[in-house]
């Protein structure tokens, strides 16, 4: 089974500052990745497919890339609603094993 | 715009069925190539997927689960269920339901989810 690992776990940050989020795999995916966002108390919301495609209705400001094993989502300048807990994400092999990183939180300093 | 609605009991006691609903409106279950899924979260921890099915018959389950878990589609009733056997306390999360879909052959993403609803294992 291919396992997710994010990093930082955790990370303060303050409104207007570039943050970057990384994720890793232990085998290579190619470019099957997705990114999510979640608020507290609400549902995921999918930022990022593909490694680098913008969900429609996801600001500019949200970028991924990568691929094989090392992946980024990267927010180019903070905005008070981006506060929130970030995970990565794929699906492979058949049958499919479908994993979640284990998140990044990302709080205010 | 498609919207996805869980509905079920709040608590449930330990060693019996945990039975969950997703109501999908504002699109047909049936059309297009979209899995519909279940992932769960207890509190203060990530996410867990559990499984997913294709409205043609196709289901897949997260292997840690996979002896417990059943999930079927009523397309009549434009639904699907979450069926999970011999429940304990380490199952008391919020459940979410969520479509799926391909963007690739092998790239998978889930694009519109449910709001969550919390189940409690509890005698």
């Known amino acids: 089974d291919i396992q997710l690992t994010q990093s930082p776990s955790f990370l303060s940050a303050s409104v207007g500052d570039r943050v970057t989020i990384t994720c890793r795999a232990s085998q290579g995916i190619s470019s099957y990745l997705a990114w999510y966002q979640q608020k507290p108390g609400k549902a995921p919301k999918l930022l990022i497919y593909a490694a680098s495609a913008l969900q429609s209705g996801v600001p500019s400001r949200f970028r991924g890339s990568g691929s094989g094993t090392e992946f980024t989502l990267t927010i180019s300048s903070l905005q008070p609603e981006d506060f929130a807990t970030y995970y990565c994400?794929?699906?492979?092999?058949?049958?499919?094993?479908?994993?979640f990183g284990p998140g990044t939180k990302v709080d205010i300093k | 715009q498609v919207q996805l609605q869980e509905s079920g009991p709040g608590l449930v006691k330990p060693s019996q069925t945990l039975s969950l609903t997703c109501t999908v409106s504002?699109?047909?279950?049936?059309?297009?190539?979209?899995?519909w899924n279940w992932i769960r979260q207890p509190a203060g921890q990530g996410l867990e997927w559990i499984g997913r099915m294709f409205t043609r018959g196709t289901t897949n389950y997260n292997p840690s689960l996979k002896s417990r878990v059943t999930i079927s589609v009523d397309t009549s009733k434009n639904q699907f269920s979450l069926k999970l056997s011999s429940v304990t306390a380490a199952d008391t999360a919020v459940y979410y339901c969520?479509?799926?879909?391909?963007?690739?052959?092998?790239?998978?993403?889930?694009?519109?989810w449910g709001q969550g609803t919390l189940v409690t294992v509890s005698s």
């Open positions: 969520a479509r799926g879909f391909y963007y690739d052959s092998s790239g998978y993403a889930l694009d519109s």
């Open positions: 504002g699109g047909s279950i049936s059309s297009g190539s979209y899995y």
């Open positions: 994400q794929q699906l492979n092999g058949y049958p499919p094993g479908f994993t």
